[in-house]
């Protein structure tokens, strides 16, 4: 396949950043942080797009759909990355949210060569997960071109499925194929080519709003609190105190006896205390309120 680099503003040379190699450090630092600061600017121009977007993964995960990432090397790797904080975040299960590498595991630590030009492979790992049209699908690729990305989204077009893409070239191929494109043109890189820069603190802070938008959407957040949260360390054994306090405004020793009669479950702590009910009335408010800590309250 022939490749045309010319034409991607992501390949393009970045003429504040021509002479880097004589800089001071200080200086270095100063101009890699003031393209930097362009990065927020251009997520902030897609904004709507990442609000279809989100909308498409809530209502899937309101249907017990889930959310597949797709991606190579470095785009994988952030697919990957967001994927695997959402359980101890929200807790998600697992196989809601599920982040796919060109390469397979061993390419989450090391290249894989020729890896990410499979666009059959790309489509095989979609069909070893049954995915399906209740599912969606974003592809991540800076490039937005990547063969094993464009399979994985030909598949999950084919079986009816939401398509999304996040990549940073206008025009790109997975953008003409998505039927959400997200494109934040972040523009060349500190070093050309080197799209883990500019182009890859984009995709990080895309990838945010999608699973944490989608899980405030399905009832993961109450105020700003991740009532879901699982306490795995004594860290988050902490946080769930602190948070059951701050949503009941209840003393530390009221937080601790409701975490207790709600088996370290924090929403189920917070409706029990602030709809006044025991815990198995709390529970059964969450589940007829499709697990809304503000429904199940004012529901009571």
Same mark, same amino acid.
């Given at each position: 396949?022939?490749?045309?680099?010319?034409k991607?503003?992501?390949?393009?040379r970045?003429?504040?950043?021509?002479?880097?190699?004589?800089?001071?450090?200080?200086?270095?630092?100063?101009?890699i942080?003031?393209?930097?600061?362009?990065?927020?600017?251009?997520?902030?121009?897609?904004?709507p797009?990442?609000?279809?977007?989100?909308?498409?993964?809530?209502?899937?995960?309101?249907?017990?759909?889930?959310?597949?990432?797709s991606g190579?090397?470095?785009?994988?790797?952030?697919?990957?990355?967001? *994927?695997?904080?959402?359980?101890p #975040?929200?807790?998600?299960? +697992? %196989?809601? @949210?599920? /982040?796919?590498?060109?390469?397979?595991?061993?390419a989450?630590?090391?290249?894989?060569?020729?890896?990410?030009?499979?666009?059959?492979?790309?489509?095989?790992?979609l069909?070893?997960?049954?995915?399906?049209?209740?599912?969606v699908?974003?592809?991540?690729?800076?490039?937005?071109r990547?063969?094993?990305?464009?399979?994985?989204?030909?598949?999950?077009?084919s079986?009816?499925?939401?398509?999304a893409?996040?990549?940073?070239?206008?025009?790109?191929?997975?953008?003409? *194929?998505?039927?959400?494109?997200? #494109?934040?043109?972040?523009? +060349? %890189?500190? @070093?050309? /080519?080197?799209?883990?820069?500019?182009?890859?603190?984009?995709q990080?802070?895309?990838?945010?709003?999608l699973?944490?938008g989608?899980?405030i959407?399905?009832?993961?957040?109450?105020?700003?609190?991740?009532?879901?949260?699982?306490?795995t360390?004594?860290?988050?054994v902490?946080?769930?105190?602190?948070?059951v306090m701050?949503?009941?405004?209840?003393?530390?020793?009221?937080?601790?006896?409701?975490?207790?009669?709600?088996?370290?479950?924090?929403?189920?702590?917070?409706?029990?205390?602030?709809?006044g009910?025991?815990?198995?009335?709390?529970?059964?408010?969450?589940?007829?309120?499709?697990?809304?800590?503000?429904?199940?309250?004012?529901?009571?």
């Amino acid at each position: 396949m022939k490749i045309d680099l010319t034409k991607m503003v992501t390949e393009s040379r970045n003429s504040a950043s021509a002479e880097i190699d004589t800089l001071s450090t200080i200086d270095m630092l100063s101009v890699i942080n003031q393209e930097d600061q362009k990065v927020a600017l251009a997520v902030e121009a897609v904004l709507p797009d990442i609000a279809r977007a989100v909308d498409a993964i809530a209502d899937a995960f309101m249907q017990g759909g889930r959310l597949i990432y797709s991606g190579a090397g470095t785009s994988g790797r952030l697919g990957i990355l967001d *994927a695997s904080e959402c359980p101890p #975040t929200f807790g998600s299960k +697992p %196989e809601q @949210v599920v /982040g796919l590498i060109a390469g397979g595991h061993k390419a989450i630590l090391k290249a894989v060569e020729n890896a990410e030009d499979n666009r059959e492979i790309g489509a095989g790992d979609l069909q070893a997960l049954d995915f399906s049209s209740k599912d969606v699908l974003v592809g991540i690729a800076a490039s937005g071109r990547t063969p094993y990305v464009l399979g994985a989204m030909d598949y999950a077009k084919s079986v009816g499925a939401t398509v999304a893409c996040i990549s940073c070239n206008p025009q790109s191929p997975m953008s003409q *194929a998505a039927d959400i494109a997200i #494109t934040p043109v972040v523009g +060349p %890189e500190i @070093v050309t /080519g080197s799209s883990r820069l500019k182009a890859g603190t984009a995709q990080k802070l895309i990838l945010n709003m999608l699973t944490t938008g989608a899980m405030i959407k399905t009832g993961k957040v109450y105020g700003n609190l991740m009532v879901d949260v699982e306490a795995t360390n004594a860290k988050l054994v902490e946080r769930q105190k602190n948070i059951v306090m701050a949503a009941a405004e209840c003393s530390r020793e009221e937080a601790i006896d409701a975490l207790a009669a709600c088996n370290g479950h924090c929403k189920t702590a917070i409706v029990m205390l602030l709809a006044g009910v025991d815990a198995c009335q709390a529970a059964s408010l969450l589940d007829e309120n499709q697990g809304f800590t503000r429904k199940a309250i004012s529901n009571k």
